[in-house]
């Protein structure tokens, strides 16, 4: 067989990728709900901070 043969089986990574294609792996089930429940977490902090310490304070006042 020469070297550019298609059908050589010499063990070349590259002839051994050809002959077994990878598919994408799938993402994770629960990866989107971790992300909205950590975006939830996120968003229901910064409202607590906002309210129990800003709004709790009042205006500045000079």
Request: hydrophobic share 45%.
């Amino acid at each position: 067989m020469s070297a550019t043969d298609p059908d050589d089986s010499s063990g070349s990574t590259e002839t051994a990728y050809r002959a077994a294609p990878h598919e994408l792996p799938e993402h994770p089930v629960g990866t989107l709900a971790i992300v909205l429940v950590y975006g939830l977490l996120f968003a229901l902090g910064w409202f607590a901070i906002y309210v129990f310490l800003f709004i709790a304070r009042g205006a500045p006042t000079h």
